[in-house]
């Protein structure tokens, strides 16, 4: 859908590019694992990807100041 934070699922399974694209995403906006490191992008959709997004979901659910992060973060991975 556009979203830098929508995953797709392929016949082989998820995206990796789409996951590192969003672990990039999220380190850039400061969300960590649940030991508060960043992120390795690696594709990979595990237990610490898991995490941060999980803080993502719930911080954007507090209000506009984290979905205002969240895109400034997007704006500047999004340099080609």
């Known amino acids: 859908d556009g979203s830098p934070w929508a995953i797709t ?4 399974g998820f995206d990796m590019d789409a996951i590192r694209d969003m672990q990039d995403n999220l380190n850039a906006a400061g969300f960590t ?7 390795l992008p690696d594709g990979r959709w595990g237990p610490k990807t898991a995490s941060a997004h999980r803080k993502m979901v719930q911080a ?4 506009r100041s984290t979905w205002r992060k969240l895109r400034d973060a997007f704006s500047a991975s999004d340099v080609s």
Request: glycine share 14%.
């Open 9 to 12: 699922l392929t016949p082989e």
């Open 33 to 39: 694992d649940s030991n508060g490191e960043p992120l």
């Open 60 to 63: 954007a659910r507090r209000g």
